[in-house]
């Protein structure tokens, strides 16, 4: 992700409510206060939500290993020891 991920990194070195001074609040985790506002708000919707965003996260970890090593690569070495299984003498 690069630069659009750069504002959440600097944020993980602030203080609990206070953001920095040049980013504010921009991509700050929440506060607990804010968190327990959602949760009496949203109730069981915010718990879903969370949910499924981990679910959507581990899809896309899989995706990764799957481009990564997926099963093309797996075909590719078998291809290479059939043929040199069968190489003619």
Do not use: C
């Not at 690069?2 to 504010?24: D, T, Y």
């Not at 990764?64 to 299984?85: H, K, M, N, S, V």
């Amino acid at each position: 992700m690069g630069l659009p991920s750069l504002p959440s990194l600097l944020q993980s070195f602030r203080k609990e409510g206070e953001g920095l001074p040049v980013l504010g609040r921009l991509q700050a985790t929440p506060t607990r206060a804010e968190l327990d506002e959602l949760h009496a708000r949203l109730g069981k919707t915010w718990t879903i939500a969370q949910v499924f965003t981990m679910i959507a996260s581990l899809l896309n970890i899989l995706v990764i290993l799957d481009a990564r090593d997926g099963p093309a690569e797996l075909f590719y070495r078998a291809e290479a020891t059939r043929q040199q299984e069968f190489k003619p003498a």
